[in-house]
């Protein structure tokens, strides 16, 4: 029988491999450090995530699938089934089809290296302020294959389709004595900025400035990449708006049966106190 010297050597060495495999991959993330902004996203924003709908239709439905959302379920965001049938749907003439796309995956390993995603749950893998910054984050790289690369997803394989929305961004490096004074300037930056570690102890802060000539000023911009993350947001789980309005409703009936209650509680003990 093991005795108990044995047993807790056991158990340090266990944990020890536990944490080796759990802090492995976060300690070598750390040489790069992406700050990014907040999404501006409200999912109960009706008109928002029409815009935004109408942004993926024509902006990201060509490559990317949606196979787990179909075309009926944005009438719960306010847009009728003509509405629909004439703006919105170009790959099928069925209303209750998903939103696949005409591309197979063989030819798109062929052409792109690898088949572009579903995008139908890719917001709660990412989360809502990774995509946001990924749609922000793209700048010009002639060495790439593409001719982009991007800030947040370093080397991606995806080109910037809304370039002629938000022009060309270029990216800015500053070089840092030590990683304080980065991370302080990219604090100072308030956008979407990387603080990465270089030889020599040496530490880099990069950020991107545009050329002002997209068809769209930056802030405009702006607001349609927020407005096409919220719905993504949305079509990663349709149902949650549903659960949210309802939630607010209890919430309000739970506040109106308080006021009630406490009256009642000061109407029984009065005669004590």
């Given at each position: 029988?093991?005795?108990?010297?044995?047993?807790?050597?056991?158990?340090?060495?266990?944990?020890?491999?536990?944490?080796?495999?759990?802090?492995?991959?976060?300690?070598?993330?750390?040489?790069?450090?992406?700050?990014?902004?907040?999404?501006?996203?409200?999912?109960?924003?009706?008109?928002?995530?029409?815009?935004?709908?109408?942004?993926?239709?024509?902006?990201?439905l060509n490559c990317h699938a949606a196979k787990y959302m179909?075309?009926?379920?944005?009438?719960?965001?306010?847009?009728?089934?003509?509405?629909?049938?004439?703006?919105?749907?170009?790959?099928?003439?069925?209303?209750?089809?998903?939103?696949?796309?005409?591309?197979?995956?063989?030819?798109?390993?062929?052409?792109?290296?690898?088949?572009?995603?579903?995008?139908?749950?890719?917001?709660?893998?990412?989360?809502?302020?990774?995509?946001?910054?990924?749609?922000?984050?793209?700048?010009?790289?002639?060495?790439?294959?593409?001719?982009?690369?991007?800030?947040?997803?370093?080397?991606?394989?995806?080109?910037?389709?809304?370039?002629?929305?938000?022009?060309?961004?270029?990216?800015?490096?500053?070089?840092?004595?030590?990683?304080?004074?980065?991370?302080?300037?990219?604090?100072?930056?308030?956008?979407?900025?990387?603080?990465?570690?270089?030889?020599?102890?040496?530490?880099?802060?990069?950020?991107?400035?545009?050329?002002?000539?997209?068809?769209?000023?930056?802030?405009?911009?702006?607001?349609?990449?927020?407005?096409?993350?919220?719905?993504?947001?949305?079509?990663?789980?349709?149902?949650?708006?549903?659960?949210?309005?309802?939630?607010?409703?209890?919430?309000?009936?739970?506040?109106?049966?308080?006021?009630?209650?406490?009256?009642?509680?000061?109407?029984?003990?009065?005669?004590?106190?």
């Amino acid at each position: 029988m093991m005795n108990l010297r044995k047993f807790k050597t056991v158990v340090a060495a266990l944990t020890a491999f536990a944490l080796g495999i759990a802090v492995g991959p976060a300690a070598a993330a750390g040489d790069e450090d992406v700050r990014m902004e907040p999404a501006p996203v409200s999912r109960l924003d009706v008109e928002s995530l029409q815009r935004g709908a109408r942004t993926f239709v024509n902006y990201c439905l060509n490559c990317h699938a949606a196979k787990y959302m179909r075309y009926n379920r944005l009438t719960d965001i306010g847009v009728d089934i003509p509405q629909i049938q004439d703006n919105l749907m170009f790959a099928t003439t069925k209303v209750g089809d998903t939103m696949t796309i005409a591309m197979r995956p063989a030819d798109a390993k062929a052409w792109f290296g690898a088949p572009p995603p579903d995008l139908s749950v890719e917001a709660r893998v990412r989360g809502a302020d990774w995509l946001y910054n990924y749609f922000l984050g793209f700048y010009r790289d002639d060495e790439s294959a593409t001719g982009w690369n991007n800030l947040v997803f370093h080397n991606v394989g995806m080109p910037q389709v809304l370039w002629e929305l938000s022009g060309s961004n270029r990216l800015v490096t500053k070089e840092f004595e030590n990683v304080h004074e980065a991370e302080g300037a990219a604090i100072a930056a308030k956008g979407l900025a990387k603080v990465e570690h270089r030889a020599g102890g040496k530490v880099a802060l990069l950020t991107l400035t545009g050329d002002g000539k997209g068809s769209q000023p930056e802030a405009e911009y702006r607001k349609t990449v927020a407005d096409l993350v919220n719905f993504l947001d949305y079509m990663a789980e349709p149902a949650k708006n549903k659960r949210i309005s309802l939630g607010l409703i209890v919430l309000l009936y739970l506040g109106v049966l308080f006021v009630f209650a406490y009256w009642l509680k000061r109407e029984y003990w009065k005669d004590i106190h």
